[in-house]
């Protein structure tokens, strides 16, 4: 059986080298805070809220909400967003996505000062991803998925590695940041010739297409190392589940996430330690 890689104690690490660093800046009188804009009551966004809250309450970070309706109007929001701007004492802005249709969801995000784009929401974020300078923050999920492959010691030096997903939020930016650190990444999608073939080459697999099933038994070896970044309802079992068939990939992988509770667990942990990294970088 496959190494279960679990993020609770990938979380639980990073806060509490998170916590240490927000109580540091309390002691020179720095809050480090975040603003949550959500606009209408989704429930997906209402549990992420809830996870963030809970996890930043416990590491010393405090949160502002700003909360709309579903029909505010765009000027109403752009001037939400430029207030945060302008108050030095938000460090970090989490906005969820997506937007209402009516809204300009490009320009809502463009806004927002890459600085304080603590979720990979503007173009310098993702300049920053792209040149590896330190400009705004990589997205949470992405940065999770790197955070729990070191935290159980995968060696990405020389490594091989497919990223099954090419989407702005994950599949590219993963790419960038395994790339970063010296693997040699293939990035598959949609259209890619024979996925089975291109994961088993891979010594570690990060799998976020958002398709149940998308990476079965024809698409592993022993060996590997296996990411699932997908969340998926399934109706049959009525129950949460990745992208990757995990009782079949599970008995041949030498390790793999779970789903529940593996790189979603870590994500709010990562959010929270960008808002600090936010605030020291805004100290300097
Ligand atoms: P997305 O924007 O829909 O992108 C999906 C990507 O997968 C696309 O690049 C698509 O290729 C590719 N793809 C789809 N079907 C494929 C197939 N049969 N074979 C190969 N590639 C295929 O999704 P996303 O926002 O990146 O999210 C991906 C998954 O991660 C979802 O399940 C989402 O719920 C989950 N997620 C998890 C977390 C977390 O905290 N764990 C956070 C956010 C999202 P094309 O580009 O060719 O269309």
């Known amino acids: 059986m496959a190494l279960l890689l679990r993020g609770a104690p990938v979380a639980a690490a990073l806060s509490e080298d998170v916590a240490a660093r927000a109580s540091t800046l309390a002691e020179r009188g720095v809050t480090p805070t975040l603003a949550i804009v959500r606009v209408g009551e989704r429930p997906d966004d209402l549990s992420y809220e809830r996870g963030a809250l809970k996890r930043c309450e416990k590491v010393g970070v405090a949160v502002r909400r700003l909360v709309f309706p579903d029909d505010v109007g765009q000027e109403v929001l752009l001037d939400a967003i430029r207030s945060v701007n302008e108050d ?14 009516a809204l300009d969801e490009a320009a809502v995000c463009a806004a927002l000062d890459p600085a304080k784009d603590v979720d990979c929401v503007t173009d310098g974020s993702l300049y920053g991803v ?66 089975g073939a291109v994961c088993r080459e891979a010594d570690v697999l ?51 996430t779970p789903v529940p509770g593996g790189v979603g ?16 970088r805004s100290c300097r």
């Open 265 to 280: 667990s870590v994500t709010t942990a990562v959010l929270a330690r960008h808002v600090v990294e936010a605030a020291e």
């Open 130 to 195: 792209f040149s590896g300078r330190p400009v705004g923050f990589p997205p949470c999920t992405a940065e999770a998925v790197l955070a729990l492959l070191d935290h159980y010691g995968v060696s990405l030096e020389g490594a091989r590695a497919a990223v099954v997903g090419r989407s702005l939020v994950i599949g590219r930016p993963v790419s960038m940041m395994l790339l970063a650190r010296n693997a040699t990444v293939t990035m598959c999608h949609s259209r890619t010739r024979d996925l």
């Open 206 to 256: 990060v799998v976020a297409a958002g398709r149940p099933g998308v990476v079965g038994l024809e698409a592993v070896r022993p060996g590997q190392v296996v990411v699932d970044v997908g969340i998926n309802w399934d109706e049959r079992s009525a129950r949460l589940v990745g992208d990757v068939d995990y009782d079949a990939v599970s008995g041949v992988v030498d390790a793999i």
């Open 88 to 101: 030095a004492s938000i460090h970090g802005c989490l906005i969820f996505r997506p937007l209402p249709t």
